[in-house]
């Protein structure tokens, strides 16, 4: 078991942190990184064991105390950075148009449907951003959605409770991101509060 792992793990969920680790100890360049990645979240939401045990993950709503989204957060690690979270949308939940600042965002859909919008933003001459969408597409259970740095884009939960588990390069809170406003204004957000969560 890798240092670091503080909590128990499920089982499928230990065999992918032995996996990314290896992945960094050898060297492996990005963005070949996080498509090795992928394939290694793919099996994770595949996993039985894994389904079975998000059926009680609580809705990772807002948090109006701290202005903030929320993610589960079941794994840290403590050489490399990268961390596993998961976001649960309740039917018809959908995220803010935003970019994930300099992080990679490996997005898994476990359970139920998603449509995954991407979006250009041209800036005014006032400062505002017009937003306009670029690329769209559903990913349904068992897809993987691989999101590079600063590509603003947003995710809309379908007819059912949506269940995420997330890769992210590095802990949302400790990078600058942005979320892009109806009225135009691109604000700086911390990103999702990070709510420790046990997967065993």
């Known amino acids: 078991?890798?240092?670091g792992m503080t909590r128990p793990m499920l089982p499928a969920v230990e065999k992918f942190i032995v996996a990314m680790r290896k992945i960094f100890e050898d060297g492996v360049?990005?963005?070949?990184?996080?498509?090795?990645?992928?394939?290694?979240?793919?099996?994770v939401i595949a996993d039985p064991d894994?389904?079975?045990h998000a059926k009680d993950w609580p809705i990772t709503g807002f948090n109006p105390e701290t202005n903030r989204v929320q993610n589960l957060l079941f794994y840290e690690d403590p050489d490399y950075g990268f961390v596993i979270?998961?976001?649960?949308?309740?039917?018809?939940?959908?995220?803010?148009?935003?970019d994930?600042?300099?992080?990679?965002?490996i997005y898994g859909v476990l359970s139920g449907r998603e449509r995954i919008v991407h979006?250009?933003?041209e800036e005014n001459s006032d400062g505002t951003f017009e937003t306009s969408e670029s690329h769209a597409e559903y990913c349904e259970q068992g897809d993987v959605d691989v999101v590079?740095?600063?590509?603003?884009?947003?995710?809309?939960?379908?007819?059912?409770?949506?269940?995420?588990?997330?890769?992210?390069?590095?802990?949302?809170?400790?990078?600058?991101?942005?979320r892009y406003l109806e009225d135009g204004?691109?604000?700086?957000?911390?990103?999702?509060?990070?709510?420790?969560?046990a997967l065993a």
């Open 85 to 98: 979270n998961a976001l649960i949308k309740k039917p018809g939940g959908f995220a803010m148009i935003h």
């Open 1 to 3: 078991m890798p240092d």
């Open 100 to 105: 994930h600042g300099s992080a990679w965002t």
């Open 119 to 121: 979006f250009d933003a």
């Open 50 to 52: 894994v389904k079975a």
């Open 148 to 178: 590079k740095p600063w590509l603003i884009h947003s995710e809309f939960a379908g007819d059912e409770k949506s269940i995420a588990v997330i890769v992210r390069s590095k802990r949302s809170g400790t990078f600058k991101q942005y």
């Open 29 to 43: 360049p990005e963005p070949d990184r996080w498509e090795m990645c992928r394939e290694h979240l793919k099996e």
């Open 185 to 197: 204004e691109r604000v700086v957000i911390k990103g999702p509060e990070q709510v420790p969560y």
